[in-house]
């Protein structure tokens, strides 16, 4: 079996794999002051939950965009796993072609994302992640990533927003049923929602604008069902894209397996 470890910002994605099979996920808050043991220990009592033993775990792969964590993450894999993990370095050990001033810049999440696209819906693509920060990752017919954008996550927008505006007050994420809000709660529902839907329909033409064919558009990430409700552009939506992409960057770099 392959554990999978997806460490972002604000989340850490936890999974595992049998050969090809999503067998389980977990989507975990990140805390970048937690131990190696605390670790080990975590995810022990996660995938015993599901009944797998610690030993099935034949190799483990990680996709990191918190550099303070790294180490904790393989000290946490040799000792509680007694495995050498297997770290996501763009530019370095995957094969996905980054034609980009600065290829070892881009976000291995990025390249997972692209590497599991290409293999679910065929290039060219768009692929739209949304984290504490969204990110658009553009891929060409070549199968080649070309680059994108980032903007502010809705979440880490939202934030922002309630610390610096005295009188308005943190409210649930939902679409709200018309976009002129009634009352203060429904006002900001429909400026996050149907903002942020606004922003990724305009972003995406413009990006589609830019590439060659005709890009389909897919989306990840806790948000990116939401999202989708309210957009006209996004076409398919894959939570678990991310821990796909690294099951099969893993892969192509280990054709005989762990």
Known sequence: ???????????????????????VSWRLASRREQTADEYGVFIQSLLATQGIDKPRIAAVAISNVVPPVQQTLEEMCEKYFGLRPWSVEPGINVRLPLRVEVP???????????????????????????????TFDCVNPRGEFIGGAIAPGITSAAEALFAKAARLSRVELVRPKEAIGRNTVTNIQSGLIYGYAALVDGLVARL??????????????????????????????????????LRLVWEQAHPQGP
Request: net charge negative; aromatic share 4%.
């Open 208 to 245: 589609k604008g830019e590439m060659e064919g005709d890009p389909k558009v897919v989306a990840t990430g806790g948000l990116a069902g939401l999202i989708q409700e309210a957009t006209r552009s996004i076409q398919h939506v894959r939570p678990d894209l991310t821990l796909e992409g």
């Open 1 to 23: 079996m392959l554990l999978v470890l997806d460490v972002g910002n604000t989340n850490t994605a936890v999974g595992v794999f049998d050969g090809r099979r999503l067998v």
């Open 104 to 134: 070892h810049e881009v976000g291995p999440d990025r390249v997972a994302n692209a590497v599991a696209a290409i293999e679910l819906y065929g290039p060219p693509l768009i692929v739209i992640d949304f984290g504490t920060a969204t």
